[in-house]
C-alpha cells in the first residue's frame, strides 16, 4: 500500500522537477526582473507537500487497518509491487543522480549564465549544489528506494509466513517517519529562501569587511544579503568614499573585489560621499543579530 502510493507521488515529484528546472532557464521581463530562478523551489515546496499529503493518507489508513484488525493482504502481488518499486526507484534516482554530477563536473560554479536556446540553457542551470526541486526529488527517491526494500521484506514475510500481514501497516508507520525526516531539510532551505535569508555560505561581516579594504572606503551601511536560490546570492549596498578618490573607480573596484570572493549572482553598489554624521544614522547601522 505504501510502495504502491510512493511510487506514484515519485512520478510526480519527477515531472514537477523537470517543469520547474525548464521554467527557471526562462529570461528576465519586466514584471519578473530577476528571472524564474525561484520556480525551482517553489517546485520543491509542491513536492515536498505533495509527499507529506500522500504520506499523511497513508498513515491514516494504516491507523484504520490495525483497528479495524483489515488484513486483507495478498502476499504475491505486494511482493510483485515493493520489487517493480525496487526497479523504478533504483531507474530515478540514476537518472536525477546522472544530471546533478555530469553538469556539476562540467562547469565550475554552481549556477553559469543560461545559454541562448532553451535546450543549452536547461542544461547548464544544473551546477554542483543541484537544482533546488530536483535535490528535492533525489533525496525523495532514495528515501524510497530504502523504504522500498524494506516493504520488499516485509512482503517476503507475509508471503511464506501469511499470519503477520500486520507488517504492512507497521512497515508503513516505520518508512513514513523516514520520508518525513528526510523532507525535513529541503522544507527549511524552501522556507530559508522564500523568506529573504541571508546565504549560509557567506556572512555579513565578511562582505563588509571586504569592502573596506577597497581604496577610498570609509564606511559601509544598508548591507543586504539574500539568496535568490540556494546557489544564487545577491548583494545591496552603500559605501561612503571619500571625496578625493574617484566613484566610478570605487564602484569597479568594489564590484570586482565581490565577485572574486563572494561569486554574487547579481550586486547592487551605491557609492556617496562619506559624511562624520553617518555613524549616528540609524539607517546606516548594522543588523542586530
Same mark, same amino acid.
Given at each position: 500500500?505504501?510502495?504502491?502510493?510512493?511510487?506514484?507521488?515519485?512520478?510526480?515529484?519527477?515531472?514537477?522537477?523537470?517543469?520547474?528546472?525548464?521554467?527557471?532557464?526562462?529570461?528576465?521581463?519586466?514584471?519578473?526582473?530577476?528571472?524564474?530562478?525561484?520556480?525551482?523551489?517553489?517546485?520543491?515546496?509542491?513536492?515536498?507537500?505533495?509527499?507529506?499529503?500522500?504520506?499523511?493518507?497513508?498513515?491514516?489508513?494504516?491507523?484504520?487497518?490495525?483497528?479495524?484488525?483489515?488484513?486483507?493482504?495478498?502476499?504475491?502481488?505486494?511482493?510483485?509491487?515493493?520489487?517493480?518499486?525496487?526497479?523504478?526507484?533504483?531507474?530515478?534516482?540514476?537518472?536525477?543522480?546522472?544530471?546533478?554530477?555530469?553538469?556539476?563536473?562540467?562547469?565550475?560554479?554552481?549556477?553559469?549564465?543560461?545559454?541562448?536556446?532553451?535546450?543549452?540553457?536547461?542544461?547548464?542551470?544544473?551546477?554542483?549544489?543541484?537544482?533546488?526541486?530536483?535535490?528535492?526529488?533525489?533525496?525523495?527517491?532514495?528515501?524510497?528506494?530504502?523504504?522500498?526494500?524494506?516493504?520488499?521484506?516485509?512482503?517476503?514475510?507475509?508471503?511464506?509466513?501469511?499470519?503477520?500481514?500486520?507488517?504492512?501497516?507497521?512497515?508503513?508507520?516505520?518508512?513514513?517517519?523516514? /520520508? +518525513?525526516?528526510?523532507? =525535513?531539510?529541503? @522544507?527549511?532551505?524552501? #522556507?530559508?529562501?522564500? &523568506?529573504?535569508?541571508?546565504?549560509?555560505?557567506?556572512?555579513?561581516?565578511?562582505?563588509?569587511?571586504?569592502?573596506?579594504?577597497?581604496?577610498?572606503?570609509?564606511?559601509?551601511?544598508?548591507?543586504?544579503?539574500?539568496?535568490?536560490?540556494?546557489?544564487?546570492?545577491?548583494?545591496?549596498?552603500?559605501?561612503?568614499?571619500?571625496?578625493?578618490?574617484?566613484?566610478?573607480? /570605487? +564602484?569597479?573596484?568594489? =564590484?570586482?573585489? @565581490?565577485?572574486?570572493? #563572494?561569486?554574487?549572482? &547579481?550586486?547592487?553598489?551605491?557609492?556617496?560621499?562619506?559624511?562624520?554624521?553617518?555613524?549616528?544614522?540609524?539607517?546606516?547601522?548594522?543588523?542586530?543579530?
Amino acid at each position: 500500500m505504501t510502495d504502491a502510493a510512493h511510487l506514484l507521488t515519485d512520478l510526480g515529484s519527477m515531472c514537477v522537477s523537470i517543469f520547474s528546472l525548464w521554467i527557471s532557464t526562462r529570461p528576465p521581463t519586466k514584471t519578473m526582473n530577476f528571472g524564474w530562478h525561484r520556480s525551482e523551489i517553489l517546485g520543491a515546496l509542491a513536492s515536498v507537500l505533495s509527499i507529506w499529503i500522500v504520506t499523511g493518507v497513508l498513515v491514516y489508513l494504516a491507523a484504520a487497518r490495525i483497528i479495524n484488525n483489515d488484513y486483507d493482504i495478498d502476499g504475491h502481488v505486494m511482493l510483485i509491487t515493493s520489487g517493480c518499486a525496487v526497479g523504478v526507484n533504483v531507474i530515478m534516482a540514476y537518472i536525477l543522480h546522472q544530471s546533478t554530477t555530469f553538469h556539476g563536473h562540467s562547469h565550475g560554479s554552481g549556477y553559469e549564465k543560461i545559454g541562448d536556446s532553451p535546450t543549452s540553457g536547461l542544461l547548464m542551470h544544473i551546477g554542483p549544489h543541484g537544482n533546488t526541486s530536483v535535490r528535492a526529488a533525489f533525496i525523495h527517491v532514495i528515501g524510497d528506494l530504502l523504504q522500498s526494500i524494506g516493504v520488499m521484506v516485509a512482503a517476503i514475510m507475509i508471503y511464506f509466513k501469511p499470519q503477520y500481514k500486520i507488517a504492512d501497516p507497521v512497515c508503513t508507520f516505520l518508512f513514513s517517519i523516514f /520520508v +518525513l525526516g528526510t523532507t =525535513t531539510t529541503i @522544507l527549511k532551505d524552501v #522556507f530559508w529562501v522564500l &523568506m529573504e535569508g541571508a546565504p549560509h555560505s557567506i556572512s555579513h561581516g565578511a562582505v563588509k569587511e571586504v569592502l573596506l579594504t577597497v581604496e577610498g572606503v570609509r564606511s559601509v551601511h544598508s548591507l543586504k544579503l539574500w539568496a535568490l536560490t540556494l546557489s544564487q546570492n545577491v548583494v545591496s549596498v552603500h559605501v561612503a568614499i571619500d571625496g578625493s578618490h574617484d566613484p566610478d573607480t /570605487v +564602484l569597479r573596484e568594489a =564590484t570586482e573585489v @565581490l565577485q572574486s570572493k #563572494f561569486d554574487f549572482f &547579481m550586486s547592487t553598489i551605491q557609492v556617496e560621499k562619506y559624511l562624520e554624521d553617518m555613524g549616528d544614522c540609524p539607517q546606516c547601522q548594522d543588523p542586530m543579530g
